[in-house]
Nanobody, 128 residues
Framework: QVQLVESGGGLVQAGDSLRVSCAVS????????LGWFRQAPGKEREFVAA????????NYDDSVKGRFTISRDTAKNTVYLQMNRLTPEDTAVYYC?????????????????????WGQGTQVTVSS
């Protein structure tokens, strides 16, 4: 099992930028992928972005493409989500998730059920 701890959430104004981080520890995850999901009040959890750990290939939801950037630091075992030009619609709890190890799981897919381990989440609130 892998442990995921998110940080960096907070209250910002529309148009601001914010970076959230996810520290990863535990089992070897070198051939896996990690993703960011979010859940707003009264809504289902939705995909935001994902990245493969080895190759660094990325996948974004259309709603954040061009504004958000996912990246990873393999030396620090950390995944980041840089969020620019934030809007009130980006307000949500942001969750980090990891796929199980194995080359078959290296793709940064958008389906939540493909991710085996989840963090506790970090709140991001964007005021208008």
């Amino acid at each position: 099992q892998v442990q995921l701890v998110e940080s960096g959430g907070g209250l910002v104004q529309a148009g601001d930028s914010l970076r959230v981080s996810c520290a990863v520890s535990g089992r070897t995850f070198g051939t896996s992928a990690l993703g960011w999901f979010r859940q707003a009040p009264g809504k289902e959890r939705e995909f935001v972005a994902a990245i493969s750990w080895i190759g660094g290939s990325t996948n974004y939801d259309d709603s954040v493409k061009g504004r958000f950037t996912i990246s990873r630091d393999t030396a620090k075992n950390t995944v980041y989500l840089q969020m620019n030009r934030l809007t009130p619609e980006d307000t949500a709890v942001y969750y980090c998730a990891a796929r199980s190890p194995g080359w078959a799981n290296a793709s940064p897919v958008r389906q939540a059920q493909a991710y085996a381990d989840w963090g506790q989440g970090t709140q991001v609130t964007v005021s208008s």
